[in-house]
């Protein structure tokens, strides 16, 4: 599981900063017809027409966000592009280009930071995106990442937090809370081979949970599927916090409340043996565990025969009055108050 | 100099990320007609109409990029903003957004932040600039700032690096070396302080110097002559790291070479009396120092008379060339070739 420590270093002070990001981006080609200069300039130069332009970015700091002993660099290029593409893809829109820009401590060889553009290139390759720009610089300690996604969209098509109306049904897609059981066995193995470090785990049976983790991905394809469904979602965040939290969002800027059904939540079957198995309480960890970068959206009811049956989508609820407040309506059918259980990076520090 | 220590300390972990975010951005208003949503939902979303965009990022480090003992935290705000604006400038655009993302340890107050936001606001407001995003986490170690910034530009005002043609006129604004002397006193005063720290120094003499480290504008007036006085450049890039760095990216990305006369570069009297003080040659500050955020800049001849005489522009040399190089001309008539000696963060730290 832990990655194996590379062979080959070159020091990355011998390339110098320039030579750096050169020799990282080389490879990286342009695709979008709406880049028309792309890394080598004092800035990027885009072209999106009579299209929206949206953009957001993220911030990601080793030991807060990562952890580089079962998060190969590989991955973690990959999973940070992913996770801010998230972003666009939730405001309905096509993601289209993205900024990357790494601090790291000179224990960093070059091979590692090829490692990671390896993977951000491959997450460039499987989501049709160009990097057009960052910066690589040395930090006193450890790595830090920081992406800016970069994404068009009509008008007409662009989807806020903030346009749920009561009475709307409350979507999510794929399955939820495997990335933080994920993330739990990661951090059980970490402890294990700290105490015995020949031990060999079988993590077979936890295959989809780490993958969840270590290499999620963002649902693009919910972009393309609900314009062919021509469904205009009414409101749309991504799942990254846990879906308590997302919920709370949805409610607070389109002023209204929502009725989640316990019994609705859609969990892959690993989710409930491997929370049994951690003795934590399945709906919980898909309440509060995040970063499954899922979509949670709302849409009008006369909507519901467009998506009805389709695998990706599972309806989960729906909004209500912002003054009956949000709620979980629990299996036994009693009613609890959702409170925001997000991961918060100051008090996980 | 040295900063004082707020009085009052409120914990970050308090408010939280979302907390955090909010609180530090509530006070910026969106004024630009291409900002159609700001912060508070998964993406920014912008409007440049015909226009293209421009998108340049930038990374700074405590402990590398500045040093919280001598730079307020207000004017790194302030900074942080300018320098990545100083990039939209270059490319002969209009700066329209930015987002500002932090990665900063517990040891950082919440009125710490307040004041960096402080400078991120004044730097909005002397530009006219939205702040339309960012992110607010924790770091294991000091403070982190990464910047993106965002511009429009009509395609035809669009300046790159690589269009100066053989003869063109180089052009300086205002003027260089500075910034780094700024750092050099900086610097000084810090080992006083060290060493004795009821030490009062009189700066009073430096005070252009140390300004234009702690607090140096970017030139979008710049921009905005050039369009009056109908120049357009033939290739632009912005000083960041020593006029001998930007020359030579000039003339690598044109395809020429570049005669450079000593005696033309722009130096301010107290550039001239700090560099005999600390025994360095002013021309090796000002090819070497980096950090003054002027543009530097290439013309047609036929432009000259357009320019003659404005006391921000001084025409410094002209292109060759390639396969003649990139040359200074010494005060003697002796040619030196030009090197890259700009500042490189890893091999600083």
Not at 31 to 51: E, M, Q, R, Y
Not at 134 to 155: F, Q
Not at 268 to 289: C, N, Q, R, Y
Request: glycine share 8%; with cysteine; proline share 3%.
């Amino acid at each position: 599981m832990l990655a194996d420590k590379n062979e080959q270093r070159t020091s990355i002070e011998e390339l110098g900063e320039f030579g750096l990001i050169k020799h990282l981006t080389k490879d990286f080609e342009l695709n979008h017809k709406s880049t028309l200069k792309g890394i080598g300039d004092d800035a990027a130069v885009l072209d999106f027409k009579s299209k929206k332009t949206v953009v957001s970015t993220d911030l990601l700091v080793e030991g807060v966000h990562f952890d580089l002993s079962y998060m190969p660099l590989k991955h973690l290029g990959y999973k940070s592009v992913v996770v801010n593409l998230s972003d666009i893809y939730a405001m309905n829109a096509n993601a289209t280009q993205i900024t990357v820009s790494l601090a790291v401590s000179n224990r960093f060889p070059l091979e590692a930071l090829e490692e990671f553009y390896a993977g951000v290139a491959a997450a460039c390759k499987v989501y049709g995106i160009d990097l057009i720009g960052g910066d690589t610089t040395s930090s006193t300690k450890g790595m830090l990442i920081s992406i800016t996604a970069i994404g068009e969209v009509d008008e007409e098509k662009l989807v806020y937090r903030s346009g749920a109306k009561e009475n709307d049904l409350l979507v999510v897609t794929g399955d939820i809370g495997g990335a933080y059981l994920g993330l739990q066995i990661l951090e059980r193995e970490k402890e294990v081979f700290k105490v015995n470090p020949q031990n060999q785990p079988d993590l077979e049976p936890y295959s989809y949970l780490i993958e969840r983790q270590l290499k999620p991905e963002a649902r693009k394809d919910i972009v393309d599927l609900l314009e062919k469904l021509e469904v205009q979602p009414t409101a749309m965040i991504d799942i990254s916090d846990g879906l308590s939290s997302e919920i709370l969002h949805l409610c607070e800027q389109s002023k209204v409340g929502c009725n989640l059904y316990e019994e609705k939540i859609p969990l892959d079957p690993t989710v409930i043996s491997a929370s049994e198995e951690f003795k934590m309480d399945s709906t919980m960890i898909a309440l509060s565990g995040g970063e499954d970068y899922e979509l949670l959206f709302t849409i009008a009811q006369a909507d519901f025969d467009k998506i009805k049956g389709n695998p990706n989508l599972t309806v989960i609820g729906h909004m209500t009055q912002q003054s009956e407040g949000a709620h979980l309506v629990a299996r036994n059918n009693t009613k609890i108050p959702i409170t925001a259980q997000g991961w918060n990076s100051f008090n996980a520090s």
